[in-house]
Structure formats: structure tokens, C-alpha cells
């Protein structure tokens, strides 16, 4: 992904518009729009803010590849090996209709993926209203957590368009689902705060 892609995935995974982003930097709307049309780049001071507000890092917004976030120095990053194990999981698990597990909890819906020294878990508790967290251990350390939330806005709601969705996720956003999706009548949107390094 280049930087104007990057942007505009990060802004909608918050749900802000570009006023409301240009409001957050003072800057203008439009220096926004021609940020993510690719027209123009921010300076340094605008680049530090963007890291601060999306708690991301510099070298990820400006570095043309896929998912650069790192938490460690080294080239080897064990990131985006984590990153492809979850997305993985999360495509063998409740996603992919399989891997369901004993509850953990009163009351709760589990995953648990394992390959390697990885291990997944995944556990839920609700229904149309939901919470719930998943995690990544390698070799039986947490490496990783997300907890998320979420609700049907619609009666007419379609698990196995949620599953779609959450089968969409990519290693740029690799969370529960991509920022935005769509298929069909059926609309999915994710909003993050954090990321991969913030564990």
C-alpha cells in the first residue's frame, strides 16, 4: 500500500471524515483530499501528528510495503509472520465455519487454531450484540490481543455475510474484517484504536 491508501483506510477505520481529520491536524479539508488522491504528501510535522492520532509509526506511513509495522530491529520481524498466522486462524476458525472449541467462559463461543508454535484463540459472548477477544501465543507466550465489540444494525442480518467480511481482512488491516466491505446488499465496517505493535 502507498501512503494516500494507507491514509484513507486509516481515517475510515476511525469513521472520520476528512473535516473531521483536517480539524483534528489544522490543516484544510482539501489538503486532506489531495493527501489521499495522491496530489500531495504532508510535511514532517503533519506525518508526526498522523503516527500520534492512529498510534502508528512514521516508517509505516511513508515506506511503501506491506504492513512495514515492526516491534522489534530486526529484518526478520516476527510481525508479519503473526500477521499471516491470525489471518490464517481467523480464516480456520469462526470465519471459516470451523474450529469451534469448548466455552472458556459461562456462556461464551470459542476458536482455537494452532500451527507450529502458534496458537489462536478466539472467544465471544452475545449475539446480536457482542464482545469479545482473541489472542496469539508463540511458543506459549502472549504475543498478541485484540478485544472488540460489535452489533447487527440491521434485522435482517446475515451471519455468513459477517464471515465473508471477516475473511477479508489483508496484512495491511489485519483485524476483524477490512475498514469497509461490501457484498451484495450487506455493508461491514471496522473501526480500530490501536494496532498490531500496541500489544
Known amino acids: 500500500m502507498i501512503f494516500s491508501e494507507k491514509l ?45 492520532l492512529f498510534h502508528i509509526t512514521v516508517d509505516y506511513l511513508v515506506k511503501d510495503r506491506e504492513c512495514s509495522v515492526s516491534v522489534t530491529d530486526r529484518e526478520d520481524t516476527d510481525t508479519e509472520e503473526m500477521i499471516n498466522f491470525r489471518l490464517e486462524a481467523n480464516r480456520n476458525t469462526y470465519a471459516g465455519f470451523s474450529n469451534a472449541c469448548e466455552p472458556t467462559r459461562l456462556d461464551s463461543h470459542d476458536y482455537r487454531y494452532e500451527k507450529g508454535d502458534y496458537v489462536y484463540h478466539d472467544t465471544y459472548v452475545g449475539g446480536e450484540q457482542f464482545a469479545g477477544e482473541e489472542a496469539v501465543w508463540k511458543g506459549g507466550k502472549a504475543i498478541y490481543a485484540m478485544n472488540y465489540a460489535g452489533r447487527v444494525l440491521d434485522e435482517h442480518f446475515s451471519g455468513n455475510f459477517l464471515k465473508e467480511a471477516l475473511r477479508a481482512a489483508t496484512p495491511d488491516f489485519p483485524y476483524r474484517g477490512p475498514a469497509f466491505f461490501q457484498s451484495g446488499e450487506y455493508t461491514y465496517s471496522a473501526k480500530v484504536t490501536g494496532g498490531i505493535q500496541w500489544f
Open 8 to 52: 484513507q483506510v486509516l481515517r475510515k477505520s476511525r469513521g472520520y471524515t476528512q473535516e473531521e481529520l483536517a480539524e483534528k491536524l489544522n490543516v484544510s479539508r482539501q489538503a486532506v483530499a489531495k493527501w489521499e488522491a495522491g496530489q500531495a504528501y504532508p510535511d514532517i510535522l503533519n506525518l508526526i501528528q498522523l503516527s500520534e
